[in-house]
């Protein structure tokens, strides 16, 4: 036993030497990025855990690592916050936009800042400062110095919405000396499919602590006053037919503007709403819409869609599902790159035809229950897209029945976020002594 240990320490010791080792070359990539997003240049000294902001100690520590994990999480941190109000919060994440969602969801609620680098004196600067009675970590950002830190001072650690593809079990897998013990010392796994369960256990996770709790994206809600201002905004667009390609990646947008131009052959008036995944994306994208010869209207510069607009840029954040909210149909981007997909029920849960490309790694349990429902349609190329475009913005009955093979998809599935605020109040009781 005590061998183990210590091959569980050299290892862990060994992961954090390379990561000293790399600080420097991480820093110069925050400057290097921070040229096309400059808001990567600011704050940059709670990455390090220098300067953090003052903070309440105790109470819950909540990561999301950007925008997706934080709206994922909203549901569960305004729960967490209601069920208990004398508690502190504290969200963190690792991005720009991640930590302007944040500010944007929760205000003036829950605390917040940039999460440290996984290196033990910022983690143990980190966990000094906040002094949490509970880790809740969204999805899969694992951490093996957080982890291990938070085990030794008491602090229960629990993996909510957890996820974890067959890719990332096999890269986890070669870090096994890292990765088996870190897992073991977990406290509770909260995961969306048995598959990923079966993973994470076979990985080191102690089974009992492994529950199938399903993912809590079903249980999204959409607030009608964002429906009420999508209307607004369609009305004064006439009865043009409208789509949105959301979240989309370097690599894709030449494709989808392509397949705006084919759709546009046919339905000349189409307009298409463009929203690309990372802001430092912004005008690059827009510089691919000129190229196109695509009339194009930002939505930052609060440009007027006109007659002939074809593209509206929407280059802002925290907007994504009020544009959804003002389209006929959607593509859901990073699915036609090798980047896993992103969120699909969020344009069906606001009864949207979803279009997607072959890659969605990320989301397979999620793309697999709504093509079954007849409520996703795959596509490989601009003629494809183009192709399903035409068919569902001119047809009523097919796109009509995707919408409500979506809404059922998600009625059928709701329920993960009550399972896991009842696992999270365990934990807490349990912490508090209660």
Known sequence: MQS???????????????????LPFIAVRLVLRSCKAPLYRQRMGERFSLGLPPMRPG????????????????????????????????????????????????????????????????????????????????????????????????IPVALANARLSARSAKGYGRLEGVTRPMLSSMDWIAVQTSAEAERFTSLGARPECVTVTGSIKFDLSIDPALISRAEVLREAWGHRPVWIAASTHAGEDEILLAAHTRLRQHLPDALMILVPRHPERFDDVYKHCQQSQLSTARRSKDEPVAHDTAVYLGDTMGE???????????????????????????????????????????????????????????????????????????????????????????????????????????????????
């Open 4 to 22: 183990g240990l210590s091959s569980a320490a050299m290892n862990r010791i060994l992961y954090s030497l390379l990561f000293y080792i790399a």
């Open 320 to 434: 994504l599902l009020f544009l959804y909210a003002a389209a006929d149909v959607a593509f859901v981007g990073g699915s036609l790159i090798e980047r896993g997909g992103h969120n699909l029920l969020e344009p069906a849960a606001l009864g949207k035809p979803v279009l997607s490309g072959p890659h969605v790694f990320n989301f397979l349990d999620i793309a697999a229950q709504l093509r079954d429902a007849q409520a996703l349609r795959d596509v490989r190329s601009a003629e494809d897209i183009a192709e399903a475009l035409q068919l569902l913005l001119m047809d009523e009955h097919v796109a009509g029945q995707m919408r409500q093979g979506g809404l059922a998809v998600l009625k059928a599935n709701q329920g993960a976020l009550q399972r896991l605020l009842d696992g999270l109040d365990r934990l807490i009781r349990h912490s508090s002594g209660s």
């Open 59 to 154: 109470g819950l520590w909540i990561h999301a690592v950007s925008v997706g994990e934080s709206i994922a999480a909203a549901p569960m941190v305004r729960a967490l916050i209601e069920r208990h109000p004398d508690l502190p919060v504290t969200v963190t994440c690792m991005t720009p936009t991640g930590s302007e969602r944040i500010r944007a969801l929760f205000g003036d609620q829950v605390q917040h800042c940039y999460l440290p680098y996984d290196v033990p004196c910022a983690v143990a600067r980190f966990l000094d400062h906040v002094r949490p009675t509970l880790a809740v970590i969204m999805e899969t950002e694992l951490w093996p110095n957080y982890i291990h830190q938070c085990s030794r001072r008491g």
